[in-house]
Nanobody, 113 residues
């Protein structure tokens, strides 16, 4: 059974950092690219970052480029999203996903003073 479980969300002030984790099971993690998405209330889901199966290439949305870093540990079947200099507009539910495999339920990130 495929499972993706996000953690690490919370409420922080602008300028602070969070590190999200996505622990996976039920498929060969090292064979798949990984994505991080976010969805704010009333908004469409946005692809925030993606990383290749080997971790050698990454892409970011313009809204997070330079502030967020996606990474992975294939030995632990886990993906990460390091988020620095958080802004109120980063407030959303963050989900990890694997194209054609599945997505997690998400973890809430709230940035507010």
């Amino acid at each position: 059974q495929v499972q993706l479980v996000e953690s690490g969300g919370g409420q922080v002030q602008p300028g602070e950092s969070l590190r999200l984790s996505c622990v996976t099971s039920g498929f060969t993690f090292s064979s798949y690219a990984m994505n991080w998405y976010r969805q704010a209330p009333g908004e469409k889901r946005e692809l925030v970052a993606a990383i290749t199966s080997a971790g050698d290439q990454t892409i970011y949305s313009d809204s997070v480029k330079g502030r967020f870093t996606i990474s992975r540990d294939n030995a632990k079947s886990t993906a990460y999203l390091q988020m620095n200099d958080l802004k109120p507009e980063d407030t959303a539910v963050y989900l990890c996903g694997v194209p054609r495999i599945g997505r997690g339920q998400g973890t809430q990130v709230t940035v507010s003073s």
